[in-house]
């Protein structure tokens, strides 16, 4: 859907989507460096489970919602990536303990 | 890892880092003030001035002259005494100054002897059927990875919408290389006849010679539709294809990704939830508070500058940041207010940067079939709520928005209403023959973002606080 431009010369991040290596880029929020990933990122409601993925980028619309190194619910288009971070694609709801 | 504010008291307290904060912080800080600014995002530049510190993007041109005005007033800032925070989430902002903000989970508490509330916009609901399908995004998300990820779309990508915004992403998409099938205009035929009356200072304005140039560079490369009067997205679980008619004419084209823009509305929640008062603007439609010449609103202490004021642009929301500011340092140290620019110029650069604003406004009132949906559309995205159950709700005695959070959860969701205010209240006053002014809005109140109740839970307590709420 998305691709990077050649002049981006930041350096790589390395993450993990659901256990799986993704090349990020430093400066990325979580929500972008999914959507340039190419991986499927797609989250379920907590209401229907109807897939979703973010809508603003900004922080209003909550459809970036991510569990990120164990916090569920986390917007993900207002947290930058960092080494080794540990992102779940959420499935509906936040479970009891993340 | 997140920084909490140095002191507890401050004189002057700014809420946002986009253009009109970035001014009221620096302002006031070389004024003498002790000074907060408290952003929610990762740097400095709000929307307009996205990543303004850190773009990847380094050919200047590609994003335009206007974008980097945006790295002055950074430069401005961080040469004052500002105290600035960012990933720093309000919370909470009362009638006595006392504002809660979210830094790295753990909340922090502040008092302000004067707040300015530069908290700016958001885009408008556009509520068609399939707007919330993975694949359709507004434009401003796109702008938003492209500004500080050099990213652009490189699917079958469609623009659909109206409004300055829109023709600024495309040409910054084409710039970048990005790719753009189509752009569907949906401003109204009608609407430029209405516009004819402001169009004088609209064309001695700067946005008119800007505006050309780029919707030729976009025209050069694009094919745009225009007098678009249906929308729909579809596709099972993931966009497929966008249809459209213009013209009397459905057409229907695959797409991978859809932009949709048309236009911005003040953020009102924090505002809204100190107990503001806003008007609803006929003009703009949208929610806009009530302020004095100075951004002075009818809480004692609290201004509002920028956007969120009600939606003049980056150039006034500057403005605006600055008058704000003057306004705090003539009250509260009215000796430094000499050092500044006098309000009468910073009135007159004000009316300057509003100049076509009216012509903006009038050309680019969105459509009511973009506004308010029917049917199975989804009016409220957190709550997976229809037009058609908002209007069966009404039918049997809903009779505004906070009536309807009884029958339906509308605005009750994670966005607290940012997504769907607009549409319910319109919605509402269109089945029961009211105005938006009589119908009213969400009754908003702190928290006005998502805390855990292990935040809350972790907040100092006195003695009195727990006996206020312990039996026996």
């Known amino acids: 859907m998305f691709k990077r431009s050649e002049q981006d010369k930041r350096p790589q991040v390395q993450i993990f989507v659901d256990g799986v290596a993704v090349a990020a880029r430093q400066g990325d929020t979580v929500s972008a460096a999914l959507l340039a990933s190419g991986v499927d990122?797609?989250?379920?409601?907590?209401?229907?489970?109807?897939?979703?993925?973010?809508?603003?980028?900004?922080?209003?619309c909550f459809d970036c919602l991510v569990t990120i190194d164990g916090v569920g619910n986390r917007q993900g288009c207002l947290v930058p990536v960092a080494e080794g971070m540990q992102i779940e694609i959420q499935k509906g709801k936040r479970e009891i303990g993340k | 890892m997140s920084v909490a504010p140095k002191r507890e008291n401050y004189d002057?307290?700014?809420?946002?880092?986009?253009?009109?904060?970035?001014?009221?912080?620096?302002?006031?800080?070389?004024?003498?003030?002790?000074?907060?600014?408290?952003?929610?995002?990762?740097g400095p530049g709000g929307q307009v001035f996205r990543a303004i510190a850190s773009t990847p993007v380094t050919e200047r041109n590609q994003l335009g002259a206007d974008y980097w005005v945006g790295a002055d007033l950074v430069q401005s800032l961080r040469a004052s005494n500002a105290e600035v925070i960012h990933r720093a989430t309000v919370w909470s902002l009362d009638r006595n100054l006392d504002i809660a903000v979210s830094i790295g989970g753990a909340s922090?508490?502040?008092?302000?002897?004067?707040?300015?509330?530069?908290?700016?916009?958001?885009?408008?609901?556009?509520?068609i059927p399939g707007w919330t399908l993975p694949g359709v995004m507004t434009a401003g998300a796109a702008q938003t990875m492209l500004k500080s990820s050099a990213l652009v779309p490189d699917g079958r990508t469609v623009i659909a919408g109206q409004g300055p915004l829109l023709?600024?992403?495309?040409?910054?998409?084409?710039?970048?290389?990005?790719?753009?099938?189509?752009?569907?205009?949906?401003?109204?035929?009608?609407?430029?006849?209405?516009?004819?009356?402001?169009?004088?200072?609209?064309?001695?304005?700067?946005?008119?010679?800007?505006?050309?140039?780029?919707?030729?560079?976009?025209?050069?490369?694009?094919?745009?539709?225009?007098?678009?009067?249906?929308?729909?997205?579809s596709g099972d679980g993931q966009l497929a294809s966008v249809s459209y008619v213009a013209g009397g004419k459905r057409e229907t084209i695959a797409a991978d990704l859809l932009l949709?823009?048309?236009g911005v509305v003040p953020n009102v929640n924090l505002a809204m939830s100190a107990g503001i008062e806003h008007r609803w603007d006929d003009l703009q439609l949208c929610w806009s508070p009530v302020l004095d010449a100075s951004g002075n609103s009818s809480v004692a202490g609290?201004?509002?500058?920028?956007?969120?004021?009600?939606?003049?642009?980056?150039?006034?929301?500057?403005?605006?940041?600055?008058?704000?500011?003057?306004?705090?340092?003539?009250?509260?140290?009215?000796?430094?207010?000499?050092?500044?620019?006098?309000?009468?110029?910073?009135?007159?650069?004000?009316a300057k940067a509003e100049r076509g604003r009216l012509f903006l406004d009038t050309l680019f009132r969105p459509a009511p079939q973009f506004r308010i949906p029917s049917g199975d559309t989804i009016v409220c995205r957190c709550e997976e709520v229809t037009a058609k159950d908002v209007l069966d709700s009404v039918a049997i005695g809903a009779t505004g928005p906070n009536q309807l959070k009884a029958y339906r959860r509308t605005g009750m969701g994670p966005c607290q209403g940012r997504l769907c205010g607009l549409t319910v209240t319109e919605l509402m006053a269109g089945a029961r023959g009211k105005t938006p002014q009589e119908i009213g809005y969400y009754r908003l109140r702190a928290p006005v973002k998502p805390i855990t109740l292990a935040e809350l839970a972790a907040v100092p307590k006195s003695e009195a606080d727990v006996k206020a709420v312990v039996r026996g």
């Open chain 2, 108 to 127: 922090a508490f502040v008092k302000a002897k004067r707040v300015i509330l530069a908290t700016g916009a958001l885009e408008r609901p556009f509520p």
């Open chain 2, 302 to 350: 609290i201004a509002i500058a920028g956007d969120g004021a009600g939606i003049g642009g980056a150039s006034a929301a500057v403005v605006r940041g600055r008058i704000a500011a003057r306004a705090a340092v003539e009250a509260l140290a009215p000796a430094s207010a000499a050092k500044l620019p006098a309000m009468a110029t910073l009135r007159s650069d004000l």
């Open chain 2, 167 to 233: 023709w600024l992403l495309a040409a910054q998409i084409l710039r970048l290389g990005g790719r753009i099938d189509r752009i569907l205009d949906t401003t109204q035929r009608g609407n430029y006849f209405a516009a004819l009356p402001h169009a004088f200072a609209f064309l001695t304005s700067p946005y008119f010679a800007k505006g050309l140039s780029m919707m030729r560079e976009v025209r050069a490369k694009v094919q745009v539709v225009s007098g678009v009067t249906e929308l729909a997205a």
């Open chain 2, 12 to 42: 002057v307290v700014v809420i946002g880092a986009g253009p009109a904060g970035l001014a009221a912080a620096a302002t006031s800080a070389k004024a003498g003030l002790s000074t907060l600014l408290l952003d929610e995002n990762i």
């Open chain 2, 260 to 262: 949709l823009h048309q």
């Open chain 1, 41 to 60: 990122a797609r989250r379920s409601t907590a209401v229907s489970g109807a897939p979703r993925l973010p809508y603003c980028m900004m922080g209003v």
